[in-house]
């Protein structure tokens, strides 16, 4: 392993890059093509395109080692794709994503949602960037059991994973079995503490949960925080990430016995069970989090 204050390798054959961020670390993927694992939100784009050339220039040796070449999306959501569009400029990759999500990138109305919300956090963090999201180019799309070539020696596995949203998609890292799961498992504080994410179907995040279980991965790559290592305490994560899910759809069960409006069981909710900051942003953002996942379970 080689590791910095800025970056470290993950799994024995130094394949998996990790650029360390305090909310949105970037993973890549070296290998006959070079593969970026989601980009972070818009505001981040410059700083990432050059966190991202320092870390191909320190491991890559020939020009084609030191550009990105495809880009993984595993969701739509504003802070997984929101530097993407700035990132292709730059790099001219193809984007692959599962077909529900680029049917979604494909529409105008969507890409300008994302681009709103990239820029009302950019004035939420008070930070000073000309980046925008637009049109992106060369998407393909991926389905479940789809194996992604990355050298003779490794490939990515398709695992569709709907549930925080439809879109949703996983892939896993053959043979060092590295799971970059996007949201699926929820969100991991600093603290440990698991906020379950289904946003936009209970049922089918629970079952996606199940699904990782049985994956049975190494490591389990979190696009917010570290990630985790060891088969065991992946397992051991998950299943508490699944029980802490079951749990907070009965306290919405619960709330929703005395009240109906859904963003005053979302606050109820998070005053119960979300009282400590969290990775998703200010309040007001992970509400809106909450009423998703009210409305998921009602």
């Known amino acids: 392993m080689v590791q910095t204050r800025e970056l470290e390798t993950i799994g024995s054959r130094r394949q998996v890059i990790l650029l360390h961020d ?59 794709t929101g530097a993407s569009y700035y990132l292709q400029q730059e790099y001219g990759f193809n984007i692959l994503a599962s077909r529900q ?15 709103r919300l990239n820029q009302g956090y950019k ?11 637009g049109q992106l180019e060369n998407m393909e799309m991926v389905k479940e059991g789809d194996k992604i070539p990355v050298d003779p020696g ?71 925080n570290r990630f985790i290592k060891g088969k065991e305490k992946v397992k051991t994560y998950l299943r508490d990430s699944l029980a802490r899910t079951r749990h907070v759809k009965e306290e919405i069960l619960k709330i929703l016995q005395g009240e109906r409006d859904t963003k005053k069981v979302a606050e109820i909710l998070y005053e119960r069970e979300f009282p400590e900051p969290s990775l998703l942003g200010s309040k007001e953002s992970f509400i809106i989090s909450l009423e998703a996942m009210v409305k998921a379970v009602r």
């Open 123 to 133: 004035e939420m963090m008070n930070v000073v960037s000309d980046i925008r999201f």
């Open 22 to 80: 305090k909310l949105f670390p970037l993973y890549i993927v070296r290998g006959d093509r070079n593969f970026l694992i989601d980009s972070g939100p818009a505001v981040c784009g410059d700083i990432f395109h050059e966190r991202i050339t320092h870390a191909l220039n320190t491991f890559g040796t020939s020009p084609a080692e030191r550009r990105i070449h495809t880009l993984l999306l595993t969701h739509t959501h504003w802070d997984h």
């Open 154 to 224: 490794s490939y990515f596995e398709v695992i569709e994973t709907p549930g925080h949203t439809k879109c949703s998609a996983a892939f896993l890292l053959h043979p060092e079995r590295i799971l970059f799961h996007g949201d699926t498992a929820g969100l991991r504080e600093r603290d440990n503490s698991i906020k379950p994410l289904f946003l936009s179907n209970y049922d089918e995040y629970e079952g996606s949960l199940k699904r990782l279980i049985d994956v049975e991965a190494e490591v389990l790559a979190f696009p917010h």
């Open 101 to 115: 999500a680029v049917k979604l990138l494909e529409k105008s109305k969507v890409t300008g949602f994302i681009d």
